[in-house]
């Protein structure tokens, strides 16, 4: 069983349409993230979310939102796509506050906006 | 803030070469350190981790030793192969419950 999947793997859309990613984790961890890989592999940490709290980095736009319909999945939904938001998304979960754990990423979605 | 610094790549080296791909970081506390590897048109794999100072992580030939004296996590290999190409990224997780950090990445060619 693959332990975070995210779907689709690839998604080609228009600017200023909107679009969702998902993602679900069977590892009964507590916190799960988006992070965005841009084209030079930078890894860049979107939201980190727990069932207590979200927290937002502040650089991300309010287009892009976390839904978190229960503790398994976090979906990332983006409103009113820009040329800019091409990347690789990749959601990932570890269970906190156990510092030495780490994370588990899923496959990633590349997003390509035109 | 917690941040993580790595070697520039591309590092391009033949089969059986030694590899070193330095990382240093900057965190308070006692942070918990990681190398991840992603292979072409894949996710982050953890590598190794260690999480407390001297403690050395090693799979698959990859070993990493954490030094908290010169705030460095380097990685290295004996002999490396063409399957190792692929970028490695360096990455702390703070106490706290802060979020993972990671290292700009640093992409390996390995050439037969």
């Known amino acids: 069983d693959t332990a975070v999947s995210q779907t689709p793997k690839y998604l080609v859309t228009q600017m200023g349409n909107d679009k969702s990613i998902k993602c679900e984790q069977n590892?009964?961890?507590?916190?799960m993230y988006w992070y965005k890989q841009d084209s030079k592999k930078f890894l860049k940490i979107m939201f980190s979310?727990?069932?207590?709290?979200?927290?937002i980095n502040e650089t991300v736009p309010n287009r892009f939102s976390p839904k978190s319909p229960d503790k398994a999945h976090l979906n990332l939904h983006i409103n009113s796509l820009e040329l800019g938001d091409s990347a690789v998304y990749f959601c990932?979960?570890?269970?906190?506050?156990?510092?030495?754990?780490?994370?588990?990423f899923g496959q990633g979605t590349r997003l390509t906006v035109v | 803030g917690n941040s993580v610094t790595q070697m520039e790549g591309p590092v391009t080296l033949s089969e059986e070469a030694f590899l070193t791909i330095n990382c240093t970081y900057t965190?308070?506390?006692?942070?918990?350190l990681f190398w991840y590897v992603q292979y072409p048109g894949e996710g982050l794999q953890l590598l190794l981790k260690?999480?407390?100072?001297?403690d050395k992580g090693s799979n698959k030939g990859f070993e990493a030793t954490y030094r908290k004296e010169t705030t460095s996590f380097h990685l290295e290999k004996g002999s490396v192969q063409v399957s190792d190409s692929a970028v490695y990224f360096c990455?702390?997780?703070?106490?706290?419950?802060?979020?993972?950090?990671f290292g700009p990445g640093t992409r390996l060619s390995v050439l037969p």
């Open positions: 990932a979960s570890s269970q906190v506050p156990r510092e030495n754990t780490e994370a588990f």
């Open positions: 590892l009964g961890h507590d916190t």
């Open positions: 979310y727990n069932n207590k709290e979200l927290i």
């Open positions: 965190a308070t506390g006692y942070p918990s």
């Open positions: 260690a999480t407390k100072a001297d």
């Open positions: 990455a702390l997780k703070g106490n706290y419950g802060q979020n993972f950090v």
